[in-house]
């Protein structure tokens, strides 16, 4: 993933706030020796430094692991497409203008350990419902343990944290505050929370 000095996160909390906030991403083994990765779209919560999640037993992602620990969860989000002309202001011609998408991307690479004991699954659950389904009384979801068979659990230990903020940071103020202008008028799907963003970015006095 190229970061640019201007798309790079202006903190950890940066970093950890937008993978909370996401809670979905891709989870990608590579193995050993295999054609290609295994990739598997993924619910997770972070616990820390840490994230969980879980995956079913025939998961394929299981013998990928378990050649190699090593993995990948990327996650991307808050993503809005911005027209050419949107980047243009004052008498610039709107034709000269780039278009571009704005989304905020995390790579985590990790040391991904098995948990397979149905005690620690089931913690694990607790945790995830209490992050998904706060207030719903569901503090022991697991009367019956036999489901638990039917699962694996996944703490990953992150060795490396990639951010990317890609929220128009390569550009002056001016042009950055009429992107966000048309963002909120536009108002489609993505749009407050790029714009969201990029407000914050803005503020924090990333480069221009």
Known sequence: ??????????????????????????????????????VVPTQFVVDGDDVLLHLARPNPI?????ENPTVVLSVAG????????WKTIGDENPH???????????????????????????????????DLEPGSGRNDPIGDPRPLGQIRGLRLRPTEVRGKFKYGGNVDPAHRLAVAENLAARDGPGDQAARAHLLRRLDEGRPG
Do not use: N
Not at 78 to 85: E, I, L, R, T
Not at 116 to 122: K, L, Q, T, V
């Open 1 to 38: 993933m190229l970061v640019h000095r201007w798309d790079a996160p202006t903190d950890d909390d940066e970093v950890a706030a937008f993978l909370t906030a996401q809670g979905f991403g891709h989870l990608v083994a590579a193995g050993r020796d295999r054609d290609v990765a295994v």
């Open 62 to 66: 299981w013998e990928a692991i378990e």
């Open 78 to 85: 808050d993503w809005a497409y911005v027209p050419s002309w």
């Open 96 to 130: 000269t203008g780039i278009p571009t998408t704005y989304y905020g991307a995390v790579q985590l690479t990790a040391t991904a350990e098995i948990i397979d004991d149905p005690a620690d699954i089931a913690a694990l659950l607790r945790l995830q419902l209490a």
